[in-house]
C-alpha cells in the first residue's frame, strides 16, 4: 500500500514543475529538481520498500512534499493528504503484517508432527 502512496505522489509531484515554472514563476533548473527531483525519489522508494530504512525515507519525502507548500501554497494541503494516506498505509501495512504472522504461527502449531520427526 505504501508504494502505491508513493506512486500516485510521484505524479502530483511531477506536475507541481509546471506550476512551479508558469505559476510561480520559478526558474526552470530549481523547478525540474524540486518536481521531477521528487518525483524520482518516490517511485525509486517505492522499489526500495523491502528494506526498513526506505520507510523513514517515505517520511522524509513526506515532510519535502509539505514544505513545498512555501512555494506553492496548495501544496501544504496535498502534502497533509499524502502523508495522512502514507502514515495510513504504513501502521495498516504493519497491522496485516503481525496478524499474517500470528496467523501462520497459529497454524503451524494445530498441524500434527510429521511422521519423519
Keep these: 500500500m505504501c508504494a502505491a502512496v508513493l506512486s500516485l505522489e510521484a ?20 523547478a ?4 521531477l527531483g521528487l518525483a524520482l525519489a518516490c517511485l525509486l522508494l517505492a522499489g526500495l520498500l ?5 520507510y523513514w525515507l517515505g517520511w522524509v519525502v513526506q515532510a519535502a512534499a509539505i514544505a513545498l507548500g512555501f512555494v506553492i501554497p496548495l501544496m501544504f494541503v496535498l502534502g497533509v493528504v499524502f502523508a495522512v494516506l502514507w502514515g495510513a498505509a ?3 501495512g504493519r497491522k496485516i503484517e503481525q496478524e499474517r504472522a500470528a496467523a501462520y504461527e497459529a497454524f503451524d502449531a494445530a498441524q500434527p508432527p510429521s511422521p519423519e520427526s
Design 90 to 92: 504504513y501502521l495498516l
Design 50 to 54: 523491502r528494506a526498513e530504512w526506505a
Design 32 to 35: 525540474l529538481a524540486i518536481g
Design 11 to 30: 505524479i502530483t509531484l511531477g506536475l507541481t514543475t509546471p506550476v512551479l515554472i508558469a505559476v510561480e514563476s520559478v526558474d526552470t533548473g530549481p
